[in-house]
C-alpha cells in the first residue's frame, strides 16, 4: 500500500512519543485497507548464528512493525524514512551512507518511506525456518489482540486532515 498525500504527511499531528495504544490505532485503521505484498520487496540471507530481513520501502509506503521480543540490529542501507515510535519521531537519513541503530524488545515502529529506502534487521538464531524465526522473535498480536480491539477509530479524523489518498 503506498500513502501519497497532497500536502506533506505531518506526523507531528500524532504527537510526539505517542501511546502504544496509538500506533495500535492507526495499524487498526490501516488494516481496514488493501494490504501491500512485501514479498516481492523482501529478502532473507542466513548465516550461522544468525538471520538478516532486507525489506526494500517504496517511496510513499507506510508501514508498521511487528513487536520484536529481543533487541536487534538494524541497518538502513539506503533512503530516507520518519519514524514514530512511543519514544518520538526521528528522521533516518541514509542517502549519504548507511544508519546502523540497536533496536529496544518491544518496540512498535510506524514508517514512512520519504524515499526508496531498505531496511534491515539482523536477529540472532541458529534457525534457518522462517515461521519458526517469526515465532521465536515476534510478539504474536493474539498477546495483545484486547488492546487492539478495544480501540476506537478516531485515527480517521487524522487521516481525513492530512488528505491521506491511498494507492494500492
Given at each position: 500500500m503506498?500513502?501519497t498525500?497532497?500536502e ?21 485503521y490501516?488494516f ?13 540471507t542466513f ?16 508501514i ?12 538502513i ?7 514514530w515510535?512511543?519514544?518520538g ?13 540497536v ?8 514508517v ?5 529506502t531498505?531496511?534491515t534487521?539482523?536477529h ?15 510478539v504474536?498480536e ?18 481525513m486532515?492530512?488528505?491521506l489518498?491511498?494507492?494500492?
Open positions: 503506498n500513502i498525500t497532497q506533506p504527511l505531518d506526523l507531528q499531528t500524532f504527537t510526539v512519543g505517542p501511546q502504544l495504544r496509538d500506533i495500535f490505532a492507526l495499524q487498526k490501516l481496514t485497507l488493501e494490504q501491500f505484498d512485501f514479498n516481492q520487496h523482501l529478502r532473507h548465516s550461522e548464528g544468525a538471520y538478516a530481513r532486507e525489506l526494500l520501502l517504496p517511496k510513499d509506503m507506510l508498521i512493525g511487528k513487536i520484536h521480543r529481543h533487541g536487534h540490529l538494524n541497518i542501507s539506503k533512503g530516507f524514512c520518519t519514524v515510535t512511543t519514544d519521531i526521528m528522521e533516518i537519513d541514509a542517502t549519504e551512507h548507511p544508519v546502523t541503530f533496536s529496544t524488545p518491544g518496540t512498535k515502529r510506524v514512512y518511506a520519504n524515499e526508496d531498505v531496511w534487521t539482523i540472532l538464531t541458529n534457525e534457518t525456518d522462517l515461521d519458526k524465526i517469526e515465532a521465536e522473535i515476534i504474536p493474539t498477546e495483545y489482540q484486547e488492546l487492539i480491539d478495544s480501540i476506537p477509530m478516531p485515527i480517521l479524523e487524522i487521516a486532515k492530512n488528505k489518498e491511498v494507492t494500492l
